[in-house]
């Protein structure tokens, strides 16, 4: 699924135009990222969490060369489902098993 189709659902839900709800979606998007490149966490009751975590420096190895390159500290983005979204996950693909 890509955005576009994330627009387009929720655009033909709440009869919003599709330029309307793109800005909604856009919006969201970027409230989202601006928080976590300020290190804050957001919580979306029954749906999840979005943070940071750091990554410690380590040693890691050029696929193609074989050479060892350092890796600095870093931050990446991670998402921490809530467990009514992991239960409605596991209960919808159990089903169509």
């Known amino acids: 699924m890509t955005k576009a189709d994330i627009v387009d659902e929720i655009s033909k839900a709440t009869g919003l135009t599709k330029i309307e709800t793109k800005a909604v979606v856009d919006g969201v998007f970027a409230s989202i990222i601006n928080?976590?490149?300020?290190?804050?966490?957001?919580?979306?009751?029954?749906?999840?969490?979005?943070?940071?975590?750091?990554?410690?420096?380590?040693?890691?190895?050029?696929?193609?060369?074989?050479e060892l390159v350092p890796l600095e500290k870093r931050y990446v983005p991670v998402f921490k489902p809530s467990p009514e979204f992991l239960n409605k996950v596991n209960d919808n693909l159990k089903s169509n098993d």
């Open 35 to 66: 928080a976590i490149t300020a290190g804050k966490r957001i919580e979306l009751r029954g749906f999840g969490v979005f943070k940071h975590k750091s990554r410690k420096p380590r040693m890691a190895r050029n696929p193609k060369s074989g």
